[in-house]
């Protein structure tokens, strides 16, 4: 799960990105709150589902 993820699935209101510029954190408030209002509840059960990490042998993501 990603940071944009987890802000949707867990109603969360800021992704947590650290953005310098504040045209750039505008930006991003609308579009979590438009992500959010337009993710069903099933999809964000189905995003808090998600797992942390994924492993592919020595490759961790």
Do not use: H
């Not at 987890?6 to 504040?22: F, M, Q, R, S």
């Not at 709150?33 to 961790?60: A, V």
């Amino acid at each position: 799960m990603d940071n944009y993820d987890d802000a949707i699935g867990n109603y969360k209101l800021i992704c947590g990105c650290d953005y310098k510029d504040e045209k750039f954190l505008q930006l991003a408030v609308q579009s979590i709150l438009y992500t959010s209002r337009e993710t069903t509840e099933e999809n964000k059960s189905w995003l808090r589902q998600l797992p942390d990490r994924i492993s592919f042998g020595n490759i961790q993501l």
